[in-house]
């Protein structure tokens, strides 16, 4: 088993910034990517940010790929996500998944394929 869980989220005016983290714990090794997803109420889960644990392989949506940075420490087993330049759409609540999904980005970024997800918690950005 591997445990996630997820800090850093709050409330923030738009153009703020916020810094998620996801410590894992457990069989971390039987995971190769670390990937933030986010739900907006009302709407399905979707895909943010992802590293693999060497950090060879990271990957952003679109709309966040100029404001968010993903980064890892493996010595500490925990995974963050930089977020800047905030805005009103990217309130949700971010959750940090592990897994083993195909290393490709079709794959990547589908949540079903991922055996271990995170409480999440709540990033509200303020107009």
């Known amino acids: 088993q591997v445990q996630l869980v997820e800090s850093g989220g709050g409330l923030v005016q738009a153009g703020g910034s916020l810094r998620l983290s996801c410590a894992a714990s457990?069989?971390?090794?039987?995971?190769?990517?670390m990937t933030w997803f986010r739900q907006a109420p009302g709407k399905e889960r979707e895909f943010v940010a992802s590293?693999?644990?060497?950090?060879?392989?990271?990957y952003y949506e679109d709309s966040v790929k100029d404001r968010y940075t993903i980064s890892r420490d493996n010595a500490k087993d925990t995974v963050y996500l930089q977020m800047n330049s905030l805005k009103p759409e990217d309130t949700a609540v971010y959750y940090c998944?592990?897994?083993?999904?195909?290393?490709?980005?079709?794959?990547?970024?589908?949540?079903?394929?991922?055996?271990?997800w995170g409480q999440g918690t709540q990033v509200t950005v303020s107009s």
């Open positions: 590293t693999n644990w060497s950090g060879g392989s990271i």
């Open positions: 998944a592990a897994g083993r999904p195909p290393g490709s980005y079709y794959y990547i970024v589908k949540p079903s394929l991922y055996n271990y």
């Open positions: 457990g069989r971390t090794f039987s995971t190769d990517v």
